[in-house]
């Protein structure tokens, strides 16, 4: 694989990771001083300002991460890891219709936990390819933990 191939692989990696955001930002951002406001959320909850940049932050390194792995030797000798990022990323943007879109907030905690666990997989198929790579999905893997977290807070505060 040459230079030109590589680095425009690490594009069509942001793209695809970026495109993702975008699509769970569709649900998300209509929702946020509407419908998101009125819910009750506990003290610890980050204010809004916070979420956008930890995104692009995750999205990036994702794409990196992503990319690591599939720069070695391609797509088919990378296809188990590459698709358990590609179901992460498919869940990633699920979560944020469930709970955002669909205001479901039982049923998104139980997504997140499919996403965390799907997280945890990818995680650790790309440390079995690249060290770097899997350490690149780790503040994912947390944040997406803590998302979990305030899911179930916010969801339990607002039954009923």
């Not at 680095?7 to 649900?27: E, I, P, Q, T």
């Not at 819910?39 to 916070?50: A, G, Q």
Request: charged letters at 10%.
């Amino acid at each position: 694989m040459n230079v030109v191939s590589r680095w425009l692989g690490l594009v069509g990696f942001l793209v695809v990771c970026f495109a993702a955001s975008a699509l769970g930002a569709l649900a998300t951002v209509p929702q946020i001083d509407g419908w998101y406001r009125t819910l009750e959320k506990p003290s610890w909850n980050p204010p809004d300002f916070v979420f956008g940049p930890v995104w692009t932050v995750l999205y990036a390194t994702m794409a990196i991460a992503a990319w690591l792995v599939w720069k070695q030797k391609g797509f088919v000798d990378a296809r188990v890891p590459l698709t358990l990022f590609a179901v992460q990323l498919v869940l990633n943007v699920a979560w944020s219709w469930v709970f955002f879109g669909a205001h479901q907030l039982g049923w998104a905690f139980v997504e997140i936990v499919l996403l965390w666990s799907a997280i945890v997989a990818t995680t650790a198929a790309f440390f079995r390819r690249s060290r770097v790579a899997g350490w690149l999905l780790v503040p994912y893997l947390v944040w997406v933990g803590f998302a979990a977290v305030l899911n179930f807070t916010i969801w339990r505060l607002n039954v009923g």
